[in-house]
């Protein structure tokens, strides 16, 4: 999993929404992408995230080209940030799963 977060300065949202929106988009959906969410901050509405679901790791750790193009894209409308994720089950004896 990756997200993309980015924080747009309070006077943009307005001005910039369909634009901004339409940047939240992945420009193209690779087969290896199971799909994505948008969130926004229930704090601050200048504030969202993309979370890009991957059916597997990216392999070098470092994330997806689409999501450094994503965020690329997004640093035009505020402060972004991306990271990338992996999941580890926690079992019901306490134990976690690689």
């Not at 229930?42 to 991957?54: D, F, G, I, K, S």
């Not at 750790?61 to 089950?89: C, E, I």
């Amino acid at each position: 999993m990756e997200t993309i977060r980015v924080r747009v300065p309070e006077a943009d949202v307005e001005h910039k929404g369909a634009e901004f929106w339409e940047a939240l988009r992945p420009a193209h959906m690779p087969p290896e992408l199971d799909g994505y969410d948008v969130y926004t901050n229930t704090a601050h509405q200048n504030e969202a995230m993309v979370v890009l679901r991957w059916s597997a790791p990216q392999a070098d750790g470092t994330g997806s080209d689409l999501a450094r193009s994503m965020a690329q894209r997004l640093k035009d409308h505020g402060m972004v940030s991306r990271s990338a994720w992996v999941n580890k089950t926690a079992q019901r004896d306490g134990r976690i799963e690689a």
